[in-house]
């Protein structure tokens, strides 16, 4: 399986603006990518989503304020959020899924958006 690593998260003040990053241990070219997240006490629920070939869907909470990509000369996949707001806060992880549907997760990374 994949291993991958999600970076870029902290603190910000609502309204502004955050990237994610996740890059895998290895190529990306045949996986769906995703980015999840999960408040305290929450169950973790779908950010965005980018197929192997750059479709992409986002659910009604983030849509206009977020865009997932990818950069499968890197082994990247990206997350600009953008107007953050306090709802926004939560561990946000990555997700690869392969052509079978097994799935690798990242350890997450802390995303707090200030009032």
């Known amino acids: 399986q994949v291993q991958l690593v999600e970076s870029g998260g902290g603190l910000v003040q609502a309204g502004g603006s955050l990237r994610l990053s996740c890059v895998a241990s290895?190529?990306?070219?045949?996986?769906?990518m995703g980015w999840y997240r999960q408040a305290p006490e929450k169950q973790r629920e779908l950010v965005a989503t980018?197929?192997?070939?750059?479709?992409?869907s986002y659910p009604n909470s983030v849509k206009g304020r977020t865009t997932i990509s990818r950069d499968s000369l890197k082994n990247t996949v990206y997350l600009q959020m953008n107007s953050l707001k306090p709802d926004d806060t939560a561990v946000y992880f990555c997700?690869?899924?392969?052509?079978?549907?097994?799935?690798?997760w990242g350890q997450g990374t802390q995303v707090t958006v200030s009032s």
């Open positions: 997700r690869a899924q392969d052509r079978v549907g097994l799935s690798s």
């Open positions: 290895r190529s990306i070219t045949f996986y769906n």
């Open positions: 980018i197929s192997t070939g750059g479709i992409t």
